[in-house]
């Protein structure tokens, strides 16, 4: 008789606060025996240190360590090879964990399915292995409570962007956009700002930087040092302001209390 195989778990542990993991992946955190997280070279990774009061001695754990940092490599190196090896290589690990008959944490910041990491090992893994995903807060939503913003209200439509498209797409599509946010900032921040100020949307873009982390920190967008932007950052362009939200909306009210 072969052993039962393993079952594959994508948890979405939150923006950065460790309060902001849901009950359900808590509870499929500390029952896994293998936790496997994303991290590079001589870090710890985000996911990890959001759970890692959780979790006790005895669980085994499976760090995938991401080979770059940059999506400039010198030839013959090329990213797209790089990482897709990189996720053969993880899927593989945990696999191996899998077939010997143990379940997975695999661990995503914030949502597992919104830009998540673990995308990628559940294309290669889901059809093979019983597979559940718990969803989390990501970070738009975190970024606006944060922000002490609400984000779109009635039949307005929310566009989701990233720093790294083109200066031309991201002009298109912002100006398009009734509410927007911009996620991928860091090395992209300079060109984002500029399209926001071309388009006239200063005075309603609000800017967050490791929202909900010990070091969360929010300013206002036009005295941001592009030079000092983090990865985890982000820029929300919140919908004009329903007639019937009222005065005192709190739009912008700043940061709430510090995380925990
Ligand atoms: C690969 S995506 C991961 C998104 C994540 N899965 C989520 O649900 O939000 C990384 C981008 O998410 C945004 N991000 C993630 N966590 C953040 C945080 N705590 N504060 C601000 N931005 C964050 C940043 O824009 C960052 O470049």
């Given at each position: 008789?072969?052993?039962?195989?393993?079952?594959?778990?994508?948890?979405?542990?939150?923006?950065?606060?460790?309060?902001?993991?849901?009950?359900?992946?808590?509870?499929?955190?500390?029952?896994?025996?293998?936790?496997a997280?994303?991290?590079?070279?001589?870090?710890?990774?985000?996911?990890?240190?959001?759970?890692?009061?959780?979790?006790?001695?005895?669980?085994?754990?499976?760090?995938?360590?991401?080979?770059?940092?940059?999506?400039?490599?010198?030839?013959?190196?090329?990213?797209?090879?790089?990482?897709?090896?990189?996720?053969?290589?993880s899927?593989?690990?945990?696999?191996?964990?899998?077939?010997?008959?143990?379940?997975?944490?695999?661990?995503?910041?914030?949502?597992?399915?919104?830009?998540?990491?673990?995308?990628?090992l559940?294309?290669?893994?889901a059809?093979?292995?019983?597979?559940?995903v718990?969803?989390?807060?990501?970070?738009?939503?975190?970024?606006?409570?944060?922000?002490?913003?609400p984000?779109?209200?009635?039949?307005?439509?929310?566009?989701?962007?990233?720093?790294?498209?083109?200066?031309?797409?991201?002009?298109?599509?912002?100006?398009?956009?009734d509410?927007?946010?911009?996620?991928?900032?860091?090395?992209?921040?300079?060109?984002?700002?500029?399209?926001?100020?071309?388009?006239?949307?200063?005075?309603?873009?609000l800017?967050?930087?490791r929202?909900?982390?010990?070091?969360?920190?929010?300013?206002?967008?036009a005295?941001?040092?592009?030079?000092?932007?983090?990865?985890?950052?982000?820029?929300?362009?919140?919908?004009?302001?329903?007639?019937?939200?009222?005065?005192?909306?709190?739009?912008?009210?700043?940061?709430?209390?510090?995380?925990?």
């Open positions: 008789m072969t052993a039962a195989k393993g079952r594959l778990f994508g948890l979405g542990v939150g923006p950065g606060d460790p309060e902001l993991i849901t009950v359900k992946a808590l509870n499929r955190l500390r029952a896994a025996p293998v936790v997280y994303p991290t590079s070279h001589g870090r710890k990774g985000q996911a990890l240190t959001i759970v890692e009061g959780y979790l006790r001695d005895e669980q085994q754990r499976l760090p995938m360590v991401f080979p770059v940092t940059t999506e400039k490599l010198p030839p013959p190196f090329d990213y797209e090879t790089e990482v897709r090896r990189f996720y053969d290589d899927a593989a690990a945990v696999a191996a964990h899998l077939d010997a008959g143990r379940d997975v944490a695999v661990l995503c910041e914030g949502d597992p399915f919104f830009y998540g990491s673990f995308m990628y559940h294309d290669r893994l059809r093979r292995y019983e597979t559940e718990v969803p989390g807060v990501c970070s738009i939503l975190a970024g606006a409570a944060v922000l002490g913003t984000l779109v209200y009635r039949d307005q439509s929310l566009s989701v962007l990233s720093g790294v498209m083109t200066e031309e797409d991201l002009r298109q599509r912002l100006a398009a956009a509410a927007a946010a911009i996620m991928k900032l860091g090395t992209t921040f300079a060109k984002v700002r500029r399209v926001v100020a071309d388009l006239g949307l200063m005075d309603r873009a800017y967050v930087e929202a909900t982390m010990g070091a969360q920190r929010v300013a206002p967008l005295e941001v040092d592009p030079k000092t932007v983090p990865y985890f950052s982000l820029i929300l362009i919140p919908g004009p302001t329903w007639p019937g939200s009222g005065p005192g909306s709190g739009r912008g009210a700043g940061p709430g209390p510090a995380a925990g």
